[in-house]
T-cell receptor
Framework: AQKVTQAQTEISVVEKEDVTLDCVYETRDTTYYLFWYKQPPSGELVFLIRRNSFDEQNEISGRYSWNFQKSTSSFNFTITASQVVDSAVYFC????????????FGQGTELSVKP | KAGVTQTPRYLIKTRGQQVTLSCSPI?????VSWYQQTPGQGLQFLFEYFSETQRNKGNFPGRFSGRQFSNSRSEMNVSTLELGDSALYLC????????????FGEGSRLTVL
């Protein structure tokens, strides 16, 4: 069975601090996809990134970076120099190789960035 | 480009009633998925439709059903409502060739009294 665990329920930081959101996954598949989604206070979930299981290169996009390590089944997300607008609930998710609309989501980490 | 549109945004029903929720995907997106979001269970997959066919189904009772029309619009129906069905129901559409890249609507918030 597939499972995603986000052990951090809530994180609170002060603006400009770096913050890392942890994600650990379980799957028996050798090919799969991992994702991060953001749900701001307004409610709409927004896709941030996709990684396939064969691509362990770290990815950086502006202040966001992602670290995928198959050896530890982790796909962590770091926000550098956090801003108030980063306040949201962040979800890590997993899908099988078909990459359809069925995602297994973690419970989410609520990030609060205070000015 | 218009986003995913869900109607109604809010609704209140009583136990035993049924409800139908509607979702209009982004133009050109043929895959529509439905999720239930609750504080306790988080985001749970209900089902996915592609070209009017159910492609995948989550672990929900048969009271939850859905369908997709030829214009890719989708509806989900919950019959014999229970208190535990109170949730935010999210619809997401996806274009072909973009694995797992879902575009979500704002959701329909259902309250069952």
């Amino acid at each position: 069975a597939q499972k995603v665990t986000q052990a951090q329920t809530e994180i609170s930081v002060v603006e400009k601090e770096d913050v890392t959101l942890d994600c650990v996954y379980e799957t028996r598949d050798t090919t799969y996809y991992l994702f991060w989604y953001k749900q701001p206070p307004s409610g709409e979930l927004v896709f941030l990134i996709r990684r396939n299981s064969f691509d362990e290169q770290n990815e950086i996009s502006g202040r966001y970076s992602w670290n995928f390590q198959k050896s530890t089944s982790s796909f962590n997300f770091t926000i550098t120099a956090s801003q108030v607008v980063d306040s949201a609930v962040y979800f890590c998710a997993l899908s099988d190789a078909r990459g359809g609309g069925k995602l297994i989501f973690g419970q989410g980490t609520e990030l609060s960035v205070k000015p | 480009k218009a986003g995913v549109t869900q109607t109604p945004r809010y609704l209140i029903k009583t136990r035993g009633q049924q409800v139908t929720l509607s979702c209009s995907p982004i133009s050109g997106h043929r895959s529509v998925s439905w999720y239930q979001q609750t504080p306790g269970q988080g985001l749970q997959f209900l089902f996915e439709y592609f070209s009017e066919t159910q492609r995948n189904k989550g672990n929900f009772p048969g009271r939850f059903s859905g369908r997709q029309f030829s214009n890719s619009r989708s509806e989900m129906n919950v019959s014999t409502l229970e208190l535990g069905d109170s949730a935010l129901y999210l619809c997401a559409s996806k274009r072909s060739g973009a694995p797992g890249e879902l575009f979500f609507g704002e959701g329909s918030r259902l309250t069952v009294l």
